[in-house]
């Protein structure tokens, strides 16, 4: 698979150091708003700069990844749709269900192998906490709790582009969610705080929040989330069922323990994403590229941003309304 | 202390051990609805046979446990309080917010040294956590996890008589927040499903709860209950803050690991509360018996019982009309 | 069973509050070289003081439990066998194999249910390390590690009258490696330092130590001691066969965790041998009590303080010698 | 760096895919002793094919890793030396002190960059343990315990060829022994036995072992070698100091916990060293690029080869001489 990079910013660099070390990917162009950051990337993997424009004429060309600023996310999936390539499409695909929902329009019309990275599914661990749950580890599932905090909280000027704490943080928690409870979610309660930086506040955005969300069968789903945590990036999942508990518990980077004065004392989890799913961004190019050759669906598309979004909306709705909302009536 | 128990059941015999194993206080008399029952324990401990009655004509008693079934707890306790005898009164005085304020009225009249059984204050652990807390040891605490499962859900017919769910199991956890919050609560969000046993369901409860509370300054707290683990007791629980986190385990007997086959494997939480809260249940005693000595309040009273009551009934409220509830509706 | 105490030190303090907190044992009498500690700890529990020799006189007295310093055991053990008294003596019957030899020669003319404390094996974790060896949890038993580090270096004069880090300290372990190795121990390989304190050196012992055991069949066993742990009582064992390992591992006052700053923390482990070894104080006096009963062996008795007294013996040899002791030649 | 690499056997694919990975190696040529074998690697990387022997003609070659049988590592190594290539080394250079001693004078005469493949001292956790050391953390080093344990024997032809277990198995923690303790080693003490597979003993080795080392200021290390582990390799170093202990624990493949009917289980350890030491490999070619580049010692060099041959002929010799082995008396 020959592939093209768009967004040579931080996230862009993560994808291009995995494609680089996948045996059947090329990284073949590298395309930027910024020229020189495509150049210095291309440059670093061998790849050639390319203006976004050329990628969707290049015959040469199998797939994009899309890693741009979130606002260019559905237009150029869109346009990978129509010229026929393959495209792998950092979350979100648009911060609202309107646009969303057109580029799945397009992609319905066009259809292309299309991934979503939402990227905590290839995570080692909670893959095979997902593969316990389906082999019936714990019997019947009936609660899950997914803990998601950052080690610290961006500037409010992202806060304010950034669609607010559910649709741009917790969106991969409800991605989570949908994933691991299997089944349709019915509905969305949310309660939310601004205790960290009163700057967020201000921009009209909470950093603190909890979700309950319902299935249609009545399992319960606890989500949390924190814009700052100490100690590092906090993943953990909890899945309970009928007959026991599943934890994925934070990674380290080493399991060294020194016993002394302090106490009995481990690493702290590993600082943020880049540390935490280094694995999990190489196995959803792996993922990507098996799709495409297979025609198979890969592990996320783009409906599941559409769905992740509109819990998003629910939350958002039920944390101003102060009840419950039915996500039938989120469209 | 010379002390009256009211109540030999499962319960009542906890405490009698509790009682005779502390160097100042005397199990002085045993009083049960059945008689048999009364002397079965009495004798045991060396103590005397009563009849209920008797013990508030009784002037060498200088204090009470009331162990008895949930209804005669309001009653006894007034009488205690008339009659001028130190109080420990198991959970709940009543059911209802109604009797539950009479009592506190009596209590007002009558001063006496009251103590509520909420166990779980005088857990070691939980309050190694707490003094944690207090001592700054997370900066400021900003959300507060409490996890509390039965190992096995109780029949139908008990479930029927005691007040449901948030009022009769939740209601220590209800307690733990407000302790570890150390402020007033503000609103309360409900969800809860019947997943485990039909016959719940049928009985009007759920079995299965996630409650959301949120504090003035915007603190939240999660409780997640379920009335059956297969695995056991599971008693935890979390408090994450500014400067970082507090993890309250579960205990088991020993901590032997095995490794092999299926893993490394360690031990399964304790049963249950017997298990689980044996030194709780001694320092229960032993805090009653500093408090009547002392003239101070013990770790939790009538009032922490009547405002824990207050969470369960805006709980059980917002369950039912799928809203936040302000807890100053609720009186 | 009505018994007698000999020895109020510290030791004795700890066996009096297991003996009062036994429902079958009464606490008849304690006597002491200082008639003010027997009076103090007689009167704490409702005994009366006693002089040492009246107590093989009474003959209301069962049983009598010997923790007075060491060079009185085996004259007391040797009385209290000739007056048919059941006996729980302390280790070391005495320091050196002849005057232990002639003690258990007594023993053998003047049967009585005598137990020696060899405490651990009363540990609950331990005991069911032991259990799962037997229940064949690891298949064979190959090797075993045994880790025993006390929390601070007792003072030089304390080690002159000691016999010696091999008789004072790792006699404990030796009895381990014997109880769970459950077959003869054949060979004896030591080595050690003096590292901690440069006056117990000169007093001739060594405060870091490294032993190896083989038994007939060829298992090893490492015995690894040291009079200083700075984080406290170091109490480990790893028994590892030919289907998988145990690992009794460290128990600390609470399973609280903080994470933050300085990373992943809980508590350290226990102290010393009063916390960590409070139940099994317990459990050896229930031991002994049933055993007196049921006229069966206790779980450890006076055979056991020779052979392990024997492995001492070979132990120091090896270190001087520099080789490798059979223990068949220690006599 | 252009790199060749001799042997295209396990242990050189797995070099051959760090090579692959590092941005500053150049896999060049592959040779093996099976044209085939050497074939099939070099073209997966891109590589030529190559007969060993041009290698040592070909300038455009600047560095070569020994990954071929041991008997032909001195003779390679002695050749990359007098040619002026880098190397990296297999362990061993030669199973013989002599043979090893003459390979070191060549490279003395004939000095390049040359580094042994103790990869052990290249594992993140084993690197952080290290650098705890040094950095004081536990105060002065007094004791190492260091338990290494392969999953299944090997043949026992294997075994016969190999050297046995102290030159062939144990030469790493003979190496990671000198390397933490940082000081010479006076003594060495060994016992050994046949226990898991009579085959070994037939071919005149041990599959258990259990060495204590003696240092020049009295420090004491202990080591324990099984062939065989049911449940994984084991790898844990706990280092015991004077303010404290660092336990390096076993790594396994996620950090996934289920409780339920068997208790608490978490994965088994990683299952032998391509799992455990992945990461190892890969630092260890980074720094032998970076000791040519700079000109400076890789971590481990061939005289780390010698001093580790020679602690295993120490132990050999205790072994069956029965006594304590002063190093200084094995040349």
């Known amino acids: 698979m020959r592939l093209a990079l768009i967004g040579a910013g931080r996230i862009g660099q993560v994808h291009a150091q995995a494609i680089d070390a996948h045996p059947d990917v090329t990284l073949a162009a590298v395309a930027d708003y910024h020229a020189e950051a495509a150049e210095t990337l291309a440059q670093k993997y061998g790849a050639r700069a390319i203006a976004a424009d050329a990628i969707f004429e290049d015959d040469d060309i199998d797939a994009m990844l899309i890693a741009s600023s979130t606002p260019t996310h559905a237009d150029y999936l869109e346009r990978a749709a129509r010229t026929g390539k393959a495209v792998l499409c950092e979350k979100p695909i648009a911060l609202d269900l309107a646009r969303t929902g057109e580029a799945l329009r397009v992609l319905e019309a066009h259809p292309v192998t299309c991934a979503l990275g939402f990227n905590r599914r290839h995570d080692p661990q909670f893959a095979a906490l997902k593969r316990a749950v389906v082999d019936g580890r714990i019997g019947d599932l009936e609660t899950l709790s997914i803990i998601s905090r950052d080690p610290a909280p961006p500037p409010a000027e992202y806060v304010r582009a ?97 016993t002394g004065e302090p106490g009995q004392v481990e690493d702290k989890p590993k600082w943020f994403f880049l540390e935490r799913y280094a694995e999990a961004y190489r196995r959803e190019i792996d993922d990507f590229v098996h799709a495409w050759r297979q025609g198979r669906e890969p592990l996320a598309g783009a409906r599941d941003g559409l769905e992740a979004l509109r819990l998003a909306e629910a939350a958002e709705r039920s944390l101003r309304e102060g009840r419950r909302i039915a996500l039938a009536d989120i469209h």
Do not use: K
């Open 162 to 258: 950034s669609g607010g704490l559910f649709r741009d943080m917790m969106i991969h928690d409800f991605d989570m969610a949908r994933w691991l409870l299997d089944e349709p979610i019915a509905q969305v309660q949310a309660q939310g705080s601004c205790l960290i930086d009163p700057a967020i506040g201000e921009a009209g955005d909470v950093d603190t929040a909890m979700v309950t969300l319902t299935t249609a069968s009545g399992r319960l789903c606890h989500i949390n989330n924190s814009r700052r945590a100490s100690y590092g990036y906090d993943q953990r999942i909890e899945a309970f069922g009928s007959a026991g508990m599943l934890q994925a518990q934070n990674e380290s980077e080493t399991r060294l323990r020194f």
